[in-house]
């Protein structure tokens, strides 16, 4: 089973940076949608970004974090980073990871199908 690692998180102030990294020892992401998602309290799970790399490189990103937002993998897509840059009050929540990981070949289109693989929550918290 994929069990994915979801890690970076933190406290930073608003504007500032962070980081984070999803991996699983025996797993490459290499053709199979992977995304980012959180949730914060009270409020229901949003995805905040998705890579592929099937039939070319495919990204999206909703429109709260287009712009702040990047996600990226190792050249080898051992690993799924989200940089996030400009971080607002508002993007406090638990990120977490995910892919889908019986199917390759789909690319990122804001539609999520067969997410089945997802690591541990990792928080941020963007203070005012």
């Known amino acids: 089973d994929v069990q994915l690692q979801a890690f970076g998180g933190g406290v930073v102030q608003t504007g500032g940076s962070l980081r984070l990294s999803c991996a699983d020892s025996?797993?490459?992401?290499?053709?199979?949608?992977t995304g980012w998602f959180r949730q914060a309290p009270g409020k229901g799970r949003e995805g905040v970004a998705c890579i592929s790399d099937s039939g070319g490189p495919s990204t999206w990103f909703p429109d709260s974090v287009k712009g702040r937002f990047t996600i990226s993998s190792d050249g080898a897509w051992n690993a799924v980073y989200l940089q996030m840059n400009d971080l607002k009050p508002e993007d406090t929540a638990v990120y977490y990871c995910a892919t889908n990981s019986r199917t390759a070949g789909s690319r990122c289109d804001g539609y999520w199908y067969g997410m089945d693989a997802w690591g541990r929550g990792t928080q941020v918290t963007v203070s005012s």
């Open positions: 025996g797993f490459t992401f290499d053709g199979h949608v």
